[in-house]
């Protein structure tokens, strides 16, 4: 039976000073850092303190004498990520944990023991994998233009990730119903001349690291022991996200022992389409019965209304297994409530966001601390178009990296260079602020012109990352700072920026602001269209908008625009997801295109009170006055509905949904004109149903 850690209804949020110890605590994160060694699940909510939680069970593990340093190989899913748990442990006095992506651990392990378990020189990491895929795709007379080479590479490392070899893939394709990129077998033969053609040029991919060391460990009993002689305790952060081979070489790594420690959030898993899955997480307690189950659900990132808002989203999705009902519980002070905007069109949407975002700045929020989220990179352009007319400074997550930027490495020879002639005994910081304002271009004043001005917040993000060293080493030189620089760049964990970060939802995870401006929230985006239809894809979108909502602290705001240019109609409807979100008191409750603005708002048919909200509009009555619905009638719409759902394989809400079926079983119309009076019911609804619904409705008469 697992041992559950026991829940405290205690809302004082814990201190945030670092230290090996176990001060400041709330009772569930006690319980993880302090849990005796041997497999311990935290199953961590959004904002509830998961990497404090994890670094301090490090330290904790250490300083209790354990186990060494050395010995932990803590592994993460992103470089950033993992530069952080080295930045943390450092600062809690652990710092010789090994703390590492999955693939870097692989690629360090396969490299040292390669001479005994393949012999001969290191293959070396593919470079130019379109290349070898497009001679692939033309042995097998598949497409080789680039979007066809792109769809290809992505299905591949979904097999591989999945561990599904090529004579596989096509049975796998069908039992998983996969949306291939052309006929099953012609893929599953360009995933095997692909495998051949890069066996032969003696190259790897990303895959293939983790795999070979899995191997390694799996049939070479000498490296295996070896390995397992020099770590001891493993701890995985984001474990949702694990796929099927990352599984099979954390195996290898643990063998038949069980001092692992993993951390995750089901409601967090998005990234199915790429062989993730979350049931490695929810199936830990099975897997050890003896285990340490600890739920972490105090939420100390966001206000208490930004939580009700992830607690109501996150609380309607479908088939939700029991191990990811984590429910959320506000600790900080309240805030504003989450705002909600619709727009005729995108430029108008985007011109809104960086309005607010201009007023937000000029009332002391710092730049870095807002983003703009979207779900699709595309969304971007409008938003830099319209950040740049107002002056306000952005970068693009997911963009050029930091360190390939030509100002920062021109930034880096300098502090390099003058490393060696810093005297002792002077200020790291004001000589890193001097040596980049002489020989790199760093001036007092943010200059004029959008690249210039990126490019100084580029360099004063270095004078920043410089003060966050000396604060916690101070005696940190220009030397100092140099390897850290190094260290980082080979890791890709660049400093942060001044400007307002735009990217998109998958590239968001892992991280928070001040203010959120969640955009482009209409069906057909999010959830985006190839979706449609595919239940387990649509909660997976769902998942995806939570992520969104949990990375604002304390302002978020949600738009929609109900077409992407103008002069071209209003042919969009606001995400399905925003359903209850929104307060039948705000007026974005409306339906998209219900109502043109200035035109009266419509009233109950029963008291005459105007009506607010999207039930209330469609039944044409407030929710308190009473209902005359035609119970036998709406049974028949739904059945009706059912089979009309079922002949177009779309969802039954959207052929009707159950407001308007339930205004309909109310209002019984007896003509098209009395039909398209209830809202939801418009021209392409009237042609395609409007017969089929009066029918049924005369049948009652």
């Not at 993992?82 to 600062?91: H, K, N, P």
């Not at 004063?460 to 000396?470: K, Q, Y």
Request: glycine residues 8%; negative net charge; aromatic residues 6%.
């Amino acid at each position: 039976m697992s041992r559950t850690a026991p829940s405290s209804r205690a809302t004082d949020a814990p201190s945030h000073g670092e230290g090996a110890g176990v001060e400041g605590l709330d009772p569930e994160q006690h319980a993880a850092v302090t849990a005796p060694r041997g497999p311990v699940c935290v199953l961590a909510g959004a904002g509830t303190g998961k990497t404090r939680t994890i670094t301090r069970r490090i330290a904790h593990l250490v300083a209790d004498g354990h186990v060494a340093p050395g010995q932990i190989l803590a592994v993460t899913f992103t470089a950033r990520a993992a530069g952080e748990l080295r930045t943390r442990l450092r600062a809690l006095d652990a710092s010789g944990v090994q703390a590492r992506t999955f693939h870097a651990a692989a690629l360090r392990q396969l490299r040292y023991f390669w001479p005994r378990v393949v012999g001969g020189p290191h293959w070396q990491l593919v470079e130019g994998k379109l290349r070898i895929i497009g001679q692939a795709a033309a042995r097998a007379k598949a497409g080789t233009d680039s979007d066809a080479l792109r769809d290809l590479a992505s299905e591949i490392e979904w097999a591989k990730s999945s561990l599904v070899a090529p004579s596989d893939y096509p049975a796998e394709a069908a039992r998983r119903k996969r949306d291939t990129p052309g006929p099953a077998e012609q893929v599953a033969a360009v995933y095997a001349s692909y495998e051949e053609l890069k066996n032969a040029a003696e190259v790897l991919d990303f895959d293939d690291l983790l795999l070979h060391t899995a191997v390694a460990l799996e049939e070479h009993a000498g490296v295996a022991d070896e390995f397992r002689s020099r770590y001891r305790c493993f701890v995985v952060d984001e474990y949702q996200d694990v796929t099927p081979l990352q599984q099979r070489l954390l195996d290898a790594w643990l063998g038949e022992r069980d001092d692992l420690t993993v951390v995750g959030d089901a409601n967090q898993t998005i990234y199915t389409f790429a062989g993730a899955s979350p049931r490695f997480l929810l199936d830990f307690p099975r897997r050890f019965p003896e285990a340490t189950v600890v739920r972490l659900q105090r939420d100390y990132r966001s206000t208490p209304q930004i939580v009700s808002s992830a607690n109501q989203l996150i609380g309607a999705a479908r088939n939700r297994p029991a191990g990811s009902r984590l429910q959320l519980v506000g600790q900080l002070p309240p805030g504003p409530d989450p705002d909600f905007s619709e727009h005729d069109d995108e430029p108008a949407e985007a011109a809104a966001a960086a309005g607010r975002i201009k007023t937000l700045i000029a009332d002391g929020t710092p730049p870095s601390e807002i983003a703009i989220l979207f779900r699709i990179n595309a969304q971007s352009e409008a938003y830099e178009q319209a950040l740049t007319e107002l002056g306000v400074p952005y970068q693009i997550r997911g963009g050029e990296r930091f360190f390939a930027r030509q100002e920062i490495r021109r930034a880096m020879i300098a502090l390099r260079g003058a490393a060696p002639d810093q005297r002792p005994g002077t200020d790291m910081v004001t000589v890193t602020r001097a040596v980049l304002t002489a020989r790199a271009g760093l001036t007092d004043e943010p200059p004029q012109g959008a690249t210039a001005r990126a490019q100084w917040e580029s360099l004063l993000a270095l004078v920043g990352l410089a003060e966050e060293l000396a604060a916690v080493e101070p005696e940190a030189d220009l030397a100092r700072l140099v390897a850290e620089l190094d260290t980082r760049a080979d890791a890709a964990h660049p400093p942060v920026v001044q400007g307002v970060t735009l990217a998109s939802l998958h590239a968001a995870k892992g991280l928070e602001w001040d203010a959120v401006f969640l955009v482009g929230l209409a069906d057909g985006t999010l959830p985006i269209q190839h979706a449609e239809g595919d239940e387990v894809a649509i909660e997976e979108e769902r998942r995806l908008f939570y992520v969104g909502i949990t990375r604002a602290r304390r302002v978020l705001s949600m738009s929609w625009a109900l077409a992407r240019a103008s002069g071209r109609g209003r042919p969009r409807r606001r995400s399905r997801f925003l359903h209850g979100l929104i307060p039948d008191s705000h007026p974005a409750s409306r339906i998209a295109g219900e109502r043109r603005p200035g035109a009266p708002r419509p009233k109950c048919r029963v008291c005459g009170t105007p009506l607010f909200g999207v039930e209330a509009t469609k039944l044409l009555r407030c929710a308190d006055c009473p209902s005359d619905v035609d119970l036998e009638l709406l049974d028949r719409l739904k059945q009706w509905r059912a089979g009309c759902a079922k002949e177009q394989s779309v969802p039954p809400y959207v052929v009707l949904t159950d407001a308007t079926l339930t205004a309909i079983a109310e209002q019984r119309p007896a003509d098209p004109a009395a039909l398209v009076g209830i809202p939801g019911i418009g021209a392409a609804k009237l042609d395609r149903y409007g017969e089929q619904v009066l029918a049924l409705v005369a049948e009652d008469s």
